[in-house]
């Protein structure tokens, strides 16, 4: 179930704000502070809320959905005291936030709080999810497959200053294996990815090894955390928790990356969209953006090609103002062309003078 629209008011450094997104892959870049991890921290936050309100036992109830909606907002977000209405963007005197989610299918999610609030929402629209067909996943900026074996045990008994997106993604990675043969969408998806790590993912009682061709297993400690974050999508591939009707949020994916490790990421994160899966990415990376761009620009002559839509959020004197286009060139403001065009401009002035 994709995503089509976001419509926030009041909303940590958002004031106003109304997104319309691509079914395939989104880009969202911005200067720090901009809210690019909040605003796909939130869109998780919704969609796995309702998610694990769809599989609980019972007919689904708003006030089913508002216990796990408020639930993974404390534990995504954090807030001082659990308390959701610090998420309220600041102000003098009482506010309150609104979010509004449209997904395909004319399914919607709508609800509101106030920064009095501390475990409440109000719920004013909300959809049944058909959880077959709903999957979000979050990768955040660090890998977590190196540490599964034993992340979910500690993160059930402590208090453990890791926001939930990580427990989320470990308890994923705790999955067996699905039963049959891999669809041959799976297979592409995971033969680009063997390419690109020479070898293949393998799970034994809890932990991960890389199996590299001619050379044997290796534990995830002892692996590059680039190729761990690849053999995390690996993994949910194989264990089916990413699939066609998946929705991934991947937060910064180039950190940590070898500069020549961007086009074969950037190449497999095109062949999952191409397999059904909508992608939503946040980066400072001059070459995602550029890998993304070229193959917006040059790509459209496919059989099925991908939508795009490059997302851009700056400072404003009235707040975080955002900018889509189907094509990064088509973007008024683009904070990392904006800082590749100053040091040239800077390393122009050392070498030619004023």
Not at 170 to 199: D, H, Y
């Amino acid at each position: 179930m994709k995503i089509k629209r976001l419509q926030l008011k009041d909303f940590m450094l958002f004031q106003n704000l109304d997104i319309r997104f691509s079914p395939h892959i989104n880009i969202i870049s911005g200067e720090n502070s901009t809210g690019k991890t909040a605003l796909i921290k939130l869109l998780y936050s919704c969609m796995k809320g309702c998610s694990s309100a769809g599989v609980s036992k019972g007919d689904l109830t708003k006030e089913k959905i508002e216990t796990m909606l408020v639930g993974k907002f404390q534990g995504v977000f954090r807030p001082d005291n659990e308390a959701i209405g610090r998420l309220v963007r600041r102000k003098r005197g009482s506010n309150r936030t609104e979010i509004r989610m449209e997904l395909e299918k004319e399914n919607c999610l709508e609800i509101g709080f106030g920064n009095r609030q501390e475990s409440h929402m109000d719920i004013i629209r909300y959809y049944k999810p058909d959880v077959k067909n709903v999957s979000p996943v979050y990768l955040p900026p660090k890998e977590i497959i190196s540490s599964t074996e034993n992340f979910g045990a500690l993160y059930d008994e402590y208090h453990i200053a890791f926001e939930e997106t990580y427990y989320d993604l470990a308890r994923m990675l705790e999955r067996p294996l699905r039963k049959g043969a891999n669809t041959q969408e799976q297979n592409a998806v995971l033969k680009s990815f063997e390419n690109i790590v020479n070898g293949s993912i393998v799970q034994k009682d809890k932990k991960f090894y890389l199996k590299v061709k001619e050379a044997g297993e290796f534990e995830m400690g002892l692996v590059s955390e680039g190729y761990r974050k690849l053999a995390t999508i690996m993994y949910l591939i194989l264990s089916g928790g990413l699939s066609k009707n998946s929705v991934l949020f991947w937060d910064e994916p180039e950190t940590n990356m070898n500069p020549r490790m961007i086009k074969p990421l950037t190449d497999a994160i095109i062949v999952l969209a191409q397999m059904g899966v909508q992608v939503f990415v946040t980066t400072h990376n001059y070459f995602v953006q550029q890998e993304f761009q070229m193959a917006a620009a040059y790509k459209n002559a496919d059989k099925n090609p991908l939508q795009y839509c490059f997302i851009s959020l700056n400072k404003t004197e009235n707040g975080i103002a955002c900018e889509t286009a189907e094509r990064l060139d088509a973007l008024e403001h683009n904070a990392v062309m904006e800082e590749f065009d100053q040091l040239y401009d800077r390393e122009q002035e050392l070498l030619y003078g004023n």
